[in-house]
């Protein structure tokens, strides 16, 4: 059972153009929300991250707007360029054990030139 | 990149034959964790480990086993391995404390014929 919904599976977005994924949780214990991005034959690599007490975090193109009443976040990336295809997950941990992360099913993002 | 070599890279092997992939790390983070990522699923934790001898069950551990005799080390064995394994496996090692981020490897692509 996926603990965290990522949407859409795939997303094509012309270059200067905003892309935007969203990610839905249900656990309430739930308290870190980072982001991650993935190039082909690589490892994810840590994008952003958002705490629940903040409803936005924008870090150069990159901003996480955050609904704790809804349970959902979503990133966005402006300006969207052809280096930022890639694949993203998002992913949510909680305080308990050793902030084993659950991830997204992650977005495949193509930016055309 | 974080201090973290994973190895083989690529590995190719039968079913039923014993697979054991290695992770190492230069950054002295006392968590390490595996993961396996698989299309249509994400990240999965597989175990992690909390210290050096300390480790723990993750989401998917059936079929796994993992061991950690030094800080810089942590090993995960497939005793006996089976297609529904074929996978990429990552490692990923994190300082301990609330929302610490956790920092991967490039992984290994596994294949189990």
């Known amino acids: 059972q996926q603990q965290v919904k990522q949407s859409p599976q795939s997303l094509i977005v012309q270059k200067g153009g905003i892309s935007i994924i969203n990610c839905a949780y249900e656990?309430?214990?739930?308290?870190?929300f980072p982001w991650y991005q993935q190039f082909p034959g690589k490892g994810p690599a840590l994008l952003i991250a958002?705490?629940?007490?903040?409803s936005e975090k924008k870090e150069g193109r990159f901003t996480i707007s955050f609904n704790k009443s809804a349970k959902q976040f979503s990133l966005h990336i402006m300006d969207s360029q052809p280096g930022d295809s890639a694949t993203y997950f998002c992913?949510?941990?909680?305080?308990?054990?050793?902030?084993?992360?659950?991830f997204g099913t992650g977005t495949r993002l193509t930016v055309i030139p | 990149d974080a201090g973290i070599t994973q190895s083989p890279r690529h590995k190719v092997t039968e079913t039923g034959t014993p697979v054991t992939l290695r992770c190492h790390q230069t950054e002295n983070h006392r968590y390490m964790y595996w993961y396996r990522q698989d299309p249509g699923h994400g990240l999965r934790l597989i175990h992690y480990s909390y210290g050096v001898k300390d480790t723990d069950k993750g989401e998917v551990s059936d079929g796994y086993s993992v061991s950690r005799s030094k800080t810089e080390d942590f090993l995960l064995t497939l005793e006996s391995a089976t297609s529904s394994q074929t996978s990429v496996y990552f490692c990923?090692?994190?300082?301990?404390?609330?929302?610490?981020?956790?920092?991967f490897g490039d992984g290994t692509r596994l294949s189990i014929l």
């Open positions: 958002i705490r629940p007490d903040v």
């Open positions: 990923a090692i994190s300082e301990p404390g609330g929302n610490q981020p956790q920092h």
């Open positions: 656990n309430t214990a739930f308290d870190y």
């Open positions: 992913a949510a941990s909680d305080q308990t054990g050793a902030n084993n992360l659950f």
